[in-house]
């Protein structure tokens, strides 16, 4: 079972403390896909509005992915076969 840790992470110009469970692989990963979101908004003054615009970035991202994977599933699923 992986411990709790406390990690800072650093985006825009604010430093957050964070526990996590995540292995260092992961959370750099994680962290990376964060960063290139919020890197977009660098132009925009209001850090809350940045985080807000990368959560809603990360979240069309999310969406998108299991929409194409649920729509993929349908296509290759065994139920297909049967209508035949």
């Keep these: ?3 709790t840790r ?4 650093t985006l825009g110009k604010k430093t ?3 526990e996590t469970v995540l292995d260092d692989s992961t ?3 994680v962290i ?3 960063q290139e979101s919020f890197s ?3 132009d925009v003054e209001d850090q809350e509005k940045s985080l807000l615009l990368a959560c809603l970035d ?6 998108a992915f299991l929409s194409e994977k649920t729509s993929h599933a349908r296509i290759t699923s065994p139920e ?3 209508l035949k």
């Design 1 to 3: 079972m992986n411990r």
């Design 6 to 9: 406390n990690v800072m992470i």
């Design 16 to 18: 957050y403390s964070v």
């Design 27 to 29: 959370l750099n990963r």
């Design 32 to 34: 990376g896909n964060i």
């Design 40 to 42: 977009d908004e660098s």
């Design 58 to 63: 990360l979240s069309y991202r999310l969406d």
């Design 80 to 82: 297909r076969d049967k």
